[in-house]
Protein backbone atom coordinates (compact mmCIF):
# COMPACT_ATOMS: atom_id res chain seq x y z
CA UNK A 1 0.00 0.00 0.00
CA UNK A 2 1.50 3.97 -0.97
CA UNK A 3 1.12 6.83 1.22
CA UNK A 4 2.08 7.55 4.40
CA UNK A 5 3.38 4.83 6.94
CA UNK A 6 1.70 7.33 9.54
CA UNK A 7 -0.97 9.48 9.84
CA UNK A 8 -1.96 12.05 12.26
CA UNK A 9 -5.38 13.44 13.29
CA UNK A 10 -6.13 16.52 15.18
CA UNK A 11 -9.67 18.65 15.15
CA UNK A 12 -10.42 17.62 12.65
CA UNK A 13 -13.30 20.48 11.52
CA UNK A 14 -15.25 20.86 8.33
CA UNK A 15 -13.24 22.78 5.76
CA UNK A 16 -12.15 25.19 5.16
CA UNK A 17 -9.65 25.37 8.41
CA UNK A 18 -8.61 28.96 9.63
CA UNK A 19 -7.02 27.89 12.98
CA UNK A 20 -4.49 25.75 13.29
CA UNK A 21 -2.94 23.90 16.80
CA UNK A 22 0.72 22.96 16.95
CA UNK A 23 0.38 19.85 17.88
CA UNK A 24 0.74 17.92 15.04
CA UNK A 25 3.15 19.98 12.87
CA UNK A 26 5.73 19.13 15.90
CA UNK A 27 4.89 15.88 16.06
CA UNK A 28 5.29 15.37 12.07
CA UNK A 29 8.60 17.23 11.79
CA UNK A 30 10.03 14.88 14.38
CA UNK A 31 9.41 11.98 12.32
CA UNK A 32 9.84 13.07 9.83
CA UNK A 33 13.36 14.08 10.83
CA UNK A 34 13.28 10.11 11.89
CA UNK A 35 12.95 9.15 8.09
CA UNK A 36 8.78 8.58 8.52
CA UNK A 37 6.57 9.21 5.63
CA UNK A 38 3.52 11.08 7.86
CA UNK A 39 0.22 12.69 6.59
CA UNK A 40 -1.86 15.12 9.09
CA UNK A 41 -5.65 15.35 8.51
CA UNK A 42 -6.91 18.05 10.43
CA UNK A 43 -10.16 18.31 8.07
CA UNK A 44 -13.16 16.61 7.48
CA UNK A 45 -13.58 15.51 3.53
CA UNK A 46 -15.93 17.60 1.99
CA UNK A 47 -19.27 16.08 1.59
CA UNK A 48 -20.68 15.19 -1.53
CA UNK A 49 -24.00 17.13 -2.43
CA UNK A 50 -26.27 13.90 -1.62
CA UNK A 51 -24.23 13.00 1.85
CA UNK A 52 -25.86 14.98 4.10
CA UNK A 53 -26.97 11.74 6.49
CA UNK A 54 -23.41 10.70 6.18
CA UNK A 55 -20.89 10.08 9.40
CA UNK A 56 -18.19 12.45 8.62
CA UNK A 57 -15.77 10.54 11.02
CA UNK A 58 -16.93 7.57 8.49
CA UNK A 59 -15.86 9.64 5.82
CA UNK A 60 -12.36 10.49 7.08
CA UNK A 61 -11.19 6.80 8.73
CA UNK A 62 -12.07 6.18 4.40
CA UNK A 63 -9.26 8.53 3.33
CA UNK A 64 -7.20 7.72 6.36
CA UNK A 65 -7.36 4.24 5.88
CA UNK A 66 -6.91 4.55 1.74
CA UNK A 67 -3.45 5.92 2.90
CA UNK A 68 -2.79 2.57 4.67
CA UNK A 69 -1.17 3.90 7.33
CA UNK A 70 0.26 0.91 10.16
CA UNK A 71 0.50 3.87 12.70
CA UNK A 72 -2.40 6.50 13.74
CA UNK A 73 -2.28 9.27 15.99
CA UNK A 74 -5.47 11.22 17.26
CA UNK A 75 -5.26 13.80 19.55
CA UNK A 76 -7.57 14.32 21.99
CA UNK A 77 -8.91 17.19 24.00
CA UNK A 78 -11.58 16.73 26.59
CA UNK A 79 -14.73 18.21 25.13
CA UNK A 80 -14.71 16.24 22.14
CA UNK A 81 -13.43 12.71 24.42
CA UNK A 82 -17.10 10.85 22.44
CA UNK A 83 -15.96 11.98 19.45
CA UNK A 84 -12.76 10.88 19.25
CA UNK A 85 -13.88 7.53 21.13
CA UNK A 86 -16.06 7.30 17.90
CA UNK A 87 -13.76 7.87 15.02
CA UNK A 88 -11.29 5.62 16.77
CA UNK A 89 -14.22 2.75 16.48
CA UNK A 90 -14.41 3.69 12.41
CA UNK A 91 -10.48 3.86 12.25
CA UNK A 92 -10.37 0.43 13.77
CA UNK A 93 -12.99 -1.03 11.25
CA UNK A 94 -10.59 -0.21 8.54
CA UNK A 95 -7.20 -0.79 9.79
CA UNK A 96 -7.56 -3.95 12.08
CA UNK A 97 -4.15 -3.89 12.17
CA UNK A 98 -2.84 -0.45 12.28
CA UNK A 99 -1.70 0.87 15.81
CA UNK A 100 -4.15 3.65 17.12
CA UNK A 101 -1.77 6.37 19.15
CA UNK A 102 -3.90 9.04 21.41
CA UNK A 103 -2.01 12.00 22.60
CA UNK A 104 -2.65 15.34 24.25
CA UNK A 105 -4.41 16.60 27.26
CA UNK A 106 -7.17 14.11 27.82
CA UNK A 107 -5.02 11.00 26.97
CA UNK A 108 -2.58 12.61 29.30
CA UNK A 109 -4.49 12.80 32.04
CA UNK A 110 -6.90 10.14 31.99
CA UNK A 111 -5.29 7.37 29.97
CA UNK A 112 -6.24 3.96 32.20
CA UNK A 113 -9.88 4.96 31.33
CA UNK A 114 -9.66 6.12 28.02
CA UNK A 115 -7.85 2.65 27.14
CA UNK A 116 -10.42 0.75 28.59
CA UNK A 117 -13.27 2.20 26.80
CA UNK A 118 -11.92 2.65 23.11
CA UNK A 119 -10.14 1.25 20.16
CA UNK A 120 -6.90 3.31 20.96
CA UNK A 121 -4.12 0.55 21.72
CA UNK A 122 -1.50 3.23 23.07
CA UNK A 123 -1.65 6.47 25.32
CA UNK A 124 0.88 9.14 24.83
CA UNK A 125 1.50 11.08 28.41
CA UNK A 126 2.57 14.53 27.99
CA UNK A 127 4.91 16.01 25.46
CA UNK A 128 4.57 13.30 22.46
CA UNK A 129 8.08 14.09 19.85
CA UNK A 130 10.31 11.80 21.70
CA UNK A 131 7.61 9.18 22.33
CA UNK A 132 6.03 8.70 19.53
CA UNK A 133 9.11 8.69 17.63
CA UNK A 134 10.13 5.20 19.30
CA UNK A 135 6.78 3.87 18.89
CA UNK A 136 7.09 4.67 14.95
CA UNK A 137 10.55 3.07 15.13
CA UNK A 138 8.60 -0.35 16.86
CA UNK A 139 5.97 -0.46 14.47
CA UNK A 140 8.52 0.07 11.15
CA UNK A 141 10.63 -2.92 12.94
CA UNK A 142 7.98 -5.08 12.90
CA UNK A 143 7.75 -4.86 16.71
CA UNK A 144 3.61 -4.22 16.19
CA UNK A 145 2.54 -6.98 14.57
CA UNK A 146 3.56 -9.03 17.93
CA UNK A 147 1.25 -7.41 20.84
CA UNK A 148 2.57 -4.69 22.74
CA UNK A 149 4.76 -5.77 25.77
CA UNK A 150 7.64 -4.15 23.55
CA UNK A 151 5.68 -0.38 24.66
CA UNK A 152 6.98 -1.65 27.97
CA UNK A 153 10.29 -0.05 27.04
CA UNK A 154 9.25 2.98 26.31
CA UNK A 155 8.84 5.63 28.64
CA UNK A 156 5.52 8.05 28.81
CA UNK A 157 2.87 5.85 27.53
CA UNK A 158 -0.32 3.77 28.76
CA UNK A 159 -1.05 0.92 26.95
CA UNK A 160 -3.18 -1.79 26.65
CA UNK A 161 -1.76 -5.26 27.39
CA UNK A 162 -3.80 -8.67 27.99
CA UNK A 163 -6.84 -6.83 28.96
CA UNK A 164 -4.90 -4.72 31.56
CA UNK A 165 -3.52 -1.30 31.07
CA UNK A 166 0.14 -0.88 31.75
CA UNK A 167 2.02 2.15 32.29
CA UNK A 168 5.89 2.92 32.29
CA UNK A 169 7.98 5.26 33.88
CA UNK A 170 7.45 8.69 33.31
CA UNK A 171 9.14 10.61 30.41
CA UNK A 172 10.02 14.45 31.76
CA UNK A 173 9.44 17.32 29.71
CA UNK A 174 12.22 18.11 26.91
CA UNK A 175 14.65 20.19 28.20
CA UNK A 176 16.85 21.81 25.15
CA UNK A 177 13.50 22.87 22.43
CA UNK A 178 15.99 24.16 20.27
CA UNK A 179 17.05 20.10 19.54
CA UNK A 180 13.37 20.02 18.39
CA UNK A 181 12.93 20.26 13.95
CA UNK A 182 10.39 23.50 13.25
CA UNK A 183 7.07 22.51 12.48
CA UNK A 184 5.96 20.31 9.32
CA UNK A 185 4.02 23.07 8.15
CA UNK A 186 4.35 22.17 4.28
CA UNK A 187 2.12 19.34 5.50
CA UNK A 188 -0.97 21.01 7.29
CA UNK A 189 -2.32 22.72 3.75
CA UNK A 190 -2.34 26.44 4.76
CA UNK A 191 -2.64 27.43 1.09
CA UNK A 192 -6.28 26.13 1.71
CA UNK A 193 -6.76 27.76 5.08
CA UNK A 194 -9.42 31.01 5.65
CA UNK A 195 -8.53 33.77 7.11
CA UNK A 196 -8.19 34.09 10.68
CA UNK A 197 -10.86 35.10 12.77
CA UNK A 198 -9.41 37.79 14.55
CA UNK A 199 -6.53 38.64 12.60
CA UNK A 200 -7.96 38.83 9.45
CA UNK A 201 -5.99 36.99 7.09
CA UNK A 202 -4.36 33.51 7.44
CA UNK A 203 -2.34 32.70 10.05
CA UNK A 204 -0.46 29.89 11.69
CA UNK A 205 0.47 29.04 15.75
CA UNK A 206 3.96 30.07 17.29
CA UNK A 207 5.21 29.18 20.29
CA UNK A 208 8.50 30.94 21.99
CA UNK A 209 8.90 28.47 24.97
CA UNK A 210 7.35 25.65 26.66
CA UNK A 211 5.29 25.25 30.00
CA UNK A 212 3.57 27.70 32.56
CA UNK A 213 5.32 28.43 36.23
CA UNK A 214 1.70 28.87 37.58
CA UNK A 215 0.06 26.80 39.45
CA UNK A 216 -3.98 27.63 38.30
CA UNK A 217 -6.35 25.61 39.86
CA UNK A 218 -8.58 25.20 36.54
CA UNK A 219 -5.32 24.47 34.38
CA UNK A 220 -4.11 20.96 33.40
CA UNK A 221 -1.00 22.22 32.17
CA UNK A 222 0.05 19.24 30.43
CA UNK A 223 4.08 20.76 28.96
CA UNK A 224 5.08 21.16 32.46
CA UNK A 225 5.80 24.07 35.24
CA UNK A 226 9.64 24.68 34.14
CA UNK A 227 9.49 27.18 31.22
CA UNK A 228 11.86 26.21 28.57
CA UNK A 229 12.85 29.00 26.25
CA UNK A 230 13.61 28.68 22.34
CA UNK A 231 16.38 30.70 20.93
CA UNK A 232 14.66 34.34 20.00
CA UNK A 233 16.37 33.86 16.58
CA UNK A 234 15.33 30.49 15.81
CA UNK A 235 11.38 31.57 16.95
CA UNK A 236 12.37 34.45 14.23
CA UNK A 237 13.68 31.66 11.68
CA UNK A 238 10.31 30.17 11.97
CA UNK A 239 8.53 33.05 11.64
CA UNK A 240 10.65 34.05 8.32
CA UNK A 241 10.36 30.93 7.03
CA UNK A 242 6.66 30.79 6.97
CA UNK A 243 6.29 34.20 5.53
CA UNK A 244 8.13 33.74 2.84
CA UNK A 245 8.15 29.88 1.95
CA UNK A 246 3.97 30.01 2.38
CA UNK A 247 3.14 33.38 2.25
CA UNK A 248 1.30 33.48 5.47
CA UNK A 249 2.04 36.45 7.65
CA UNK A 250 -0.34 36.04 10.32
CA UNK A 251 0.50 33.92 13.65
CA UNK A 252 -1.18 33.29 16.66
CA UNK A 253 1.13 33.28 19.78
CA UNK A 254 0.61 29.88 22.13
CA UNK A 255 2.47 30.73 24.84
CA UNK A 256 0.57 30.86 28.34
CA UNK A 257 2.23 34.12 29.39
CA UNK A 258 3.81 36.24 26.87
CA UNK A 259 6.23 38.21 28.71
CA UNK A 260 6.65 35.62 31.07
CA UNK A 261 10.81 36.13 29.92
CA UNK A 262 11.06 39.95 29.48
CA UNK A 263 14.47 39.88 28.43
CA UNK A 264 13.19 36.90 25.75
CA UNK A 265 10.03 38.79 24.29
CA UNK A 266 11.87 41.82 23.89
CA UNK A 267 14.55 39.98 21.64
CA UNK A 268 12.04 37.75 19.59
CA UNK A 269 10.13 41.18 19.21
CA UNK A 270 13.39 42.96 18.17
CA UNK A 271 14.31 40.44 15.87
CA UNK A 272 11.11 40.61 13.75
CA UNK A 273 11.69 44.27 13.32
CA UNK A 274 15.46 43.65 12.29
CA UNK A 275 14.54 41.25 9.82
CA UNK A 276 12.02 43.86 8.37
CA UNK A 277 9.22 40.82 8.40
CA UNK A 278 5.65 42.56 7.45
CA UNK A 279 3.83 40.12 9.87
CA UNK A 280 0.46 40.76 12.16
CA UNK A 281 -0.09 38.24 15.37
CA UNK A 282 -1.61 37.69 18.51
CA UNK A 283 -0.62 36.64 21.68
CA UNK A 284 -1.70 35.54 24.78
CA UNK A 285 -0.51 37.60 28.32
CA UNK A 286 -1.90 38.31 32.03
CA UNK A 287 -0.69 40.13 34.84
CA UNK A 288 1.84 43.38 34.71
CA UNK A 289 3.85 40.72 32.75
CA UNK A 290 3.88 43.71 30.10
CA UNK A 291 5.03 46.96 31.03
CA UNK A 292 4.96 50.09 28.86
CA UNK A 293 8.33 49.81 26.85
CA UNK A 294 7.62 45.41 26.12
CA UNK A 295 4.36 46.40 24.92
CA UNK A 296 5.65 49.14 22.39
CA UNK A 297 8.06 46.63 21.29
CA UNK A 298 5.39 44.40 21.24
CA UNK A 299 3.29 46.53 19.04
CA UNK A 300 6.43 47.43 16.61
CA UNK A 301 6.74 43.77 16.12
CA UNK A 302 3.62 43.49 14.37
CA UNK A 303 1.37 42.36 16.95
CA UNK A 304 -2.29 43.87 17.08
CA UNK A 305 -4.12 41.98 19.56
CA UNK A 306 -3.39 40.72 23.17
CA UNK A 307 -5.68 38.49 24.12
CA UNK A 308 -5.86 38.54 28.37
CA UNK A 309 -6.11 35.89 30.79
CA UNK A 310 -7.34 37.91 33.57
CA UNK A 311 -10.17 35.13 35.20
CA UNK A 312 -11.65 37.30 37.83
CA UNK A 313 -11.67 41.00 39.12
CA UNK A 314 -11.76 39.53 42.76
CA UNK A 315 -8.57 39.21 44.41
CA UNK A 316 -8.92 36.03 47.07
CA UNK A 317 -10.79 34.60 44.03
CA UNK A 318 -8.05 35.06 42.24
CA UNK A 319 -5.43 33.90 45.07
CA UNK A 320 -7.39 30.61 45.99
CA UNK A 321 -7.36 29.89 41.95
CA UNK A 322 -3.77 30.19 42.22
CA UNK A 323 -3.47 32.54 39.72
CA UNK A 324 -0.45 34.25 40.48
CA UNK A 325 -1.62 38.05 39.68
CA UNK A 326 -3.96 40.41 41.68
CA UNK A 327 -6.32 42.65 40.04
CA UNK A 328 -4.51 45.88 40.56
CA UNK A 329 -1.17 43.68 38.34
CA UNK A 330 -4.16 42.92 35.44
CA UNK A 331 -5.09 46.71 35.20
CA UNK A 332 -1.65 47.58 35.17
CA UNK A 333 -0.61 45.05 32.17
CA UNK A 334 -4.02 46.24 30.34
CA UNK A 335 -3.48 49.37 30.29
CA UNK A 336 0.03 49.15 29.32
CA UNK A 337 -1.10 47.25 26.04
CA UNK A 338 -3.63 49.98 25.43
CA UNK A 339 -1.44 52.86 25.70
CA UNK A 340 1.05 51.02 23.11
CA UNK A 341 -2.14 50.66 20.79
CA UNK A 342 -3.01 47.45 20.50
CA UNK A 343 -6.28 45.48 21.15
CA UNK A 344 -6.97 44.03 24.46
CA UNK A 345 -9.61 40.82 24.47
CA UNK A 346 -10.05 40.31 28.48
CA UNK A 347 -10.97 36.68 29.66
CA UNK A 348 -12.73 35.90 32.95
CA UNK A 349 -14.61 33.20 34.21
CA UNK A 350 -17.25 32.73 36.96
CA UNK A 351 -17.62 29.70 39.39
CA UNK A 352 -13.78 29.60 40.29
CA UNK A 353 -12.68 28.88 43.82
CA UNK A 354 -14.17 31.35 46.50
CA UNK A 355 -16.73 32.44 44.11
CA UNK A 356 -19.84 34.14 45.72
CA UNK A 357 -22.42 36.86 44.23
CA UNK A 358 -20.39 39.69 45.66
CA UNK A 359 -16.93 38.21 43.97
CA UNK A 360 -19.17 37.92 40.26
CA UNK A 361 -20.27 41.85 41.20
CA UNK A 362 -16.44 42.75 41.76
CA UNK A 363 -15.34 40.80 38.20
CA UNK A 364 -18.08 42.46 36.52
CA UNK A 365 -16.67 45.70 37.59
CA UNK A 366 -13.17 44.91 36.66
CA UNK A 367 -14.62 44.01 33.35
CA UNK A 368 -16.43 47.38 32.79
CA UNK A 369 -13.32 49.22 34.01
CA UNK A 370 -10.56 48.02 32.87
CA UNK A 371 -10.59 49.58 29.53
CA UNK A 372 -10.62 46.55 27.51
CA UNK A 373 -12.10 46.39 23.99
CA UNK A 374 -13.70 42.97 24.22
CA UNK A 375 -14.47 41.45 27.23
CA UNK A 376 -15.43 37.12 27.15
CA UNK A 377 -17.34 35.42 29.90
CA UNK A 378 -16.95 31.63 30.73
CA UNK A 379 -18.18 29.57 33.31
CA UNK A 380 -15.58 27.57 34.39
CA UNK A 381 -15.57 23.95 33.41
CA UNK A 382 -13.78 21.51 35.59
CA UNK A 383 -11.17 19.27 33.49
CA UNK A 384 -9.18 16.17 34.18
CA UNK A 385 -6.12 16.68 34.78
CA UNK A 386 -7.02 20.35 36.96
CA UNK A 387 -5.83 20.35 40.08
CA UNK A 388 -9.88 21.53 40.85
CA UNK A 389 -10.59 17.93 39.05
CA UNK A 390 -8.29 15.77 41.58
CA UNK A 391 -9.26 17.67 44.51
CA UNK A 392 -12.57 19.40 44.72
CA UNK A 393 -13.05 19.74 48.15
CA UNK A 394 -9.28 21.82 49.08
CA UNK A 395 -10.76 25.04 46.57
CA UNK A 396 -14.29 24.98 48.06
CA UNK A 397 -15.88 23.42 45.18
CA UNK A 398 -18.24 20.68 44.32
CA UNK A 399 -17.98 19.00 40.86
CA UNK A 400 -20.78 16.82 39.42
CA UNK A 401 -19.63 14.44 36.60
CA UNK A 402 -21.73 13.43 34.09
CA UNK A 403 -20.69 10.94 30.95
CA UNK A 404 -17.63 11.71 29.10
CA UNK A 405 -16.12 13.49 31.29
CA UNK A 406 -18.81 16.77 31.08
CA UNK A 407 -18.68 18.40 34.86
CA UNK A 408 -20.09 21.12 36.39
CA UNK A 409 -18.98 23.08 39.55
CA UNK A 410 -20.63 24.54 42.54
CA UNK A 411 -18.72 26.75 45.49
CA UNK A 412 -19.49 26.93 48.69
CA UNK A 413 -22.10 29.47 48.88
CA UNK A 414 -23.17 29.15 44.66
CA UNK A 415 -25.22 26.35 43.31
CA UNK A 416 -25.52 25.37 39.85
CA UNK A 417 -28.51 27.28 38.83
CA UNK A 418 -27.05 30.33 40.60
CA UNK A 419 -23.85 30.38 38.44
CA UNK A 420 -25.58 29.68 35.12
CA UNK A 421 -27.75 32.71 35.44
CA UNK A 422 -25.06 34.88 37.52
CA UNK A 423 -22.61 34.19 34.32
CA UNK A 424 -25.59 35.13 31.94
CA UNK A 425 -26.75 38.08 33.92
CA UNK A 426 -22.96 39.04 34.05
CA UNK A 427 -22.83 39.92 30.31
CA UNK A 428 -26.05 41.67 29.98
CA UNK A 429 -24.82 43.92 32.69
CA UNK A 430 -21.35 44.84 30.54
CA UNK A 431 -23.80 45.20 27.39
CA UNK A 432 -25.55 47.80 29.21
CA UNK A 433 -22.91 49.11 30.40
CA UNK A 434 -21.72 49.50 26.46
CA UNK A 435 -19.07 46.87 26.63
CA UNK A 436 -18.31 44.66 23.77
CA UNK A 437 -18.85 41.23 26.04
CA UNK A 438 -20.30 37.66 25.15
CA UNK A 439 -20.46 34.25 26.93
CA UNK A 440 -17.30 31.92 25.66
CA UNK A 441 -18.51 29.19 27.46
CA UNK A 442 -21.39 28.25 29.38
CA UNK A 443 -21.85 24.28 28.90
CA UNK A 444 -25.17 22.57 29.87
CA UNK A 445 -25.14 19.35 29.76
CA UNK A 446 -28.00 17.16 28.05
CA UNK A 447 -27.98 14.64 31.11
CA UNK A 448 -29.20 17.85 33.10
CA UNK A 449 -31.88 17.72 31.02
CA UNK A 450 -30.92 20.76 29.06
CA UNK A 451 -31.10 20.34 24.96
CA UNK A 452 -27.78 18.92 23.37
CA UNK A 453 -25.61 21.02 22.33
CA UNK A 454 -22.95 20.78 19.36
CA UNK A 455 -19.50 19.92 20.27
CA UNK A 456 -16.37 22.14 18.60
CA UNK A 457 -13.30 20.66 17.12
Known amino acids: MGGPMIALIAGPCPPPRSVQGLGLPYLAAAL ?13 PALPDDAHAQDPDELLAEAVAAQGPRLVGVTIHTPAYAGRVHLAQCLRRRLPDALLVAGGHHPTAAPAHLLRNS ?18 EGVRGGQSGRGTRWLAAIRG ?3 KAEGQVART ?28 PVLGLRSQGLLTYRGCPMRCAFCCNPQGRRARLRTPSRVVDEVERVVCDFGVRGFNVYDN ?46 CVTALFGAESGDDEVLARS ?24 VFLMVGLPGETEASVRRTVDFA ?45 SLSRAALLELTESAVETLKQRGLNSDI ?3 DRFAWEGFPKQPVGC
Open 157 to 159: VAY
Open 322 to 345: GRGFTGAQHQAGIRALLSAGLKVR
Open 440 to 442: LRC
Open 32 to 44: EQAGHEVGIFDTY
Open 368 to 412: AQCGADDVCLSLHRPWPGTAAWRNPRAFGLRITRGPDFEGYVETD
Open 119 to 136: DFDVCVIGEGERTLVEIA
Open 257 to 302: LFGLSRAHSLAVCDGIVRRRLDVVWDCWTAGDLVDAELAARIRAGG
Open 169 to 196: ARRGPIADVDSLPLPAHHLVGLERYDPH
